[in-house]
């Protein structure tokens, strides 16, 4: 299990300082579970700092895909594995619906990731719409294939995919535990399809929108759920804890 908080544009230094802190007490030993936060870019590495020796592991929200360079304003890979992350995630559906991000483009930002040793956290998943039309495996088949194009996995740790349905997302409602499964086992076919069954029953599929404590365990315990990517209740330490133990 892989329970990973997204703080999306939220918290300053200082809130980010005080939020890593407060999270890696009420967290404690998480046993099996493994946990990282993605604070905003400008906060890694003072977070990393509160982190460090500590069970929770560091997440970036975002990164660019080539080397360095004359890309004003962007993120390199290096950078990022310079202040101590482990993960970053890529692909949110806010970056694809808000900055325009396409699946080649994911798969590029992937491919850069994976060089550098960072290991990406893929986000897919339907709009409510796609659902409602019939789309959504479709959508979300186009979506793996896009962000996995060309990508070899000999280590399953190394890949992370998070299915957040965009319905789902900071709306407060959840997919039940049903849709959930259903479309993890999807998800998991398709990683069959391409990696062999030793490797997709490995790799992390994690689910996310709206996951709370309240609804957190019925989620973790769906077969195909390895986990959550969580966005407002990770702003709460004690909530974002509450969600760690139930997986
Ligand atoms: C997310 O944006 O990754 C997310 C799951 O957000 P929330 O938990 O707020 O729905």
């Given at each position: 299990m892989l329970i990973a908080g997204?703080?999306?544009?939220?918290?300053d230094l200082p809130a980010a300082v005080a939020l890593a802190e407060a999270v890696v007490k009420e967290v404690g030993d998480p046993g099996d579970v493994q946990v990282a936060v993605c604070p905003p870019f400008v906060s890694l590495a003072a977070v990393h700092e509160v982190v460090d020796g500590s069970p929770v592991r560091l997440g970036a929200q975002n990164m660019h895909f080539?080397?360095?360079?004359?890309?004003?304003g962007e993120v390199s890979a290096a950078m990022l594995t310079s202040v101590g992350c482990t993960y970053v995630i890529l692909g949110h559906s806010e970056r694809r619906q808000?900055?325009?991000?396409?699946d080649a483009l994911v798969n590029q930002k992937v491919k850069q990731a994976r060089r550098h040793g960072l290991v990406p956290i893929i986000c897919i998943g339907e709009t409510l719409d796609q659902r409602e039309a019939g789309e959504a495996e479709a959508v979300v088949r186009t979506q793996v294939a896009g962000a996995l194009e060309g990508i070899d996995v000999e280590?399953?740790?190394?890949l992370v995919l998070a299915y957040e349905p965009v319905w789902a997302i900071g709306t407060g409602r959840t997919a039940t535990p049903e849709q959930a499964q259903a479309m993890h086992a999807f998800i998991r076919g398709l990683l069959r399809e391409r990696y062999g069954e030793a490797t997709a029953a490995a790799i992390h599929v994690l689910y996310g929108g709206s996951m709370k404590p309240g609804n957190a365990a019925e989620l973790l315990a769906q077969a195909d759920v390895d986990g959550g990517l969580i966005g407002?209740?990770?702003?709460?330490a004690a909530d974002f804890a509450a969600i760690v133990r139930a997986a």
């Open positions: 997204n703080w999306k544009m939220n918290t080539e080397e360095q360079g004359a890309y004003t808000y900055f325009g991000e396409t280590d399953p740790s190394t407002g209740a990770s702003l709460k």
